[in-house]
């Protein structure tokens, strides 16, 4: 059985970093490319961040360049989202999201159960 | 980016109902788009891909269809447990996905 579980979230206060972990398990993990996505409270879904199988190939949303850092330890079959320079819009529940395509984020067919960060002060 | 819309906003409806909802795309994007289901406080689940494909393990009462701009979700007999909000999403435009807003599906 496909099991993404997030972990790492909580309150932070604007300015600081948050480090989220994504454990896969039930497929081989090196193998499919991985995302995150998030979502505001009561908002729609935001695409955050995408990275390759291997790792060589990374993509953020606009809205996270240069403040998010996403990455990956196919040895130990997680996925993690370095964030710095938090702002009170990254409050969200926080999503790894397994991808089913090949050449960049497509669509998703397996989700975790998300982690919540919130950044107030 | 493309920009997605979605109509109605939200809806009710009865079991048994058979439901519609739509998807509009700013641009055309080659049935590159995803459909979600996602129940409160839970993760989104995938229905549907390349507009019409159904998902593994997806009930058939659930399909899709559309092309260029335009893609519209059915529920042919909405059952208890469709009551969600339904998200539509692009990846034509790879990386630069984006999702449509959500329309909410309620009990009438």
């Known amino acids: 059985e496909v099991q993404l579980v997030e972990s790492g979230g909580g309150l932070v206060q604007p300015g600081g970093s948050l480090r989220l972990s994504c454990a896969a398990s039930?497929?081989?993990?090196?193998?499919?490319?991985m995302n995150w996505v998030r979502q505001a409270p009561g908002k729609g879904l935001e695409w955050v961040s995408y990275i390759s199988s291997s790792g060589s190939t990374i993509y953020y949303a606009d809205s996270v360049k240069g403040r998010f850092t996403i990455s990956r330890d196919n040895a130990k079959n997680s996925l993690y989202l370095q964030m710095n320079s938090l702002r009170a819009e990254d409050t969200a529940v926080y999503y790894c999201?397994?991808?089913?395509?090949?050449?960049?984020?497509?669509?998703?067919?397996?989700w975790g159960q998300g982690t919540l960060v919130t950044v107030s002060s | 980016d493309i920009q997605m819309t979605q109509s109605p906003s939200s809806l009710s409806a009865s079991v048994g109902d058979r439901v519609t909802i739509t998807c509009r795309a700013s641009q055309g994007i080659s049935n590159s788009l995803a459909w979600y289901q996602q129940k409160p406080g839970k993760a989104p689940k995938l229905l549907l891909y390349?507009?019409?494909r159904l998902e593994s393990g997806v009930p058939s009462r659930f399909s899709g269809s559309g092309s260029g701009t335009d893609y519209t979700l059915t529920i042919s007999s909405l059952q208890p447990e469709d009551f969600a909000t339904y998200y539509c999403q692009q990846y034509y435009s790879t990386p630069r996905i984006t999702f449509g807003p959500g329309t909410k599906v309620d009990i009438k």
């Open positions: 390349a507009a019409s």
């Open positions: 039930g497929f081989t993990f090196s193998s499919y490319e």
């Open positions: 999201a397994r991808d089913r395509g090949y050449f960049g984020p497509e669509y998703f067919d397996y």
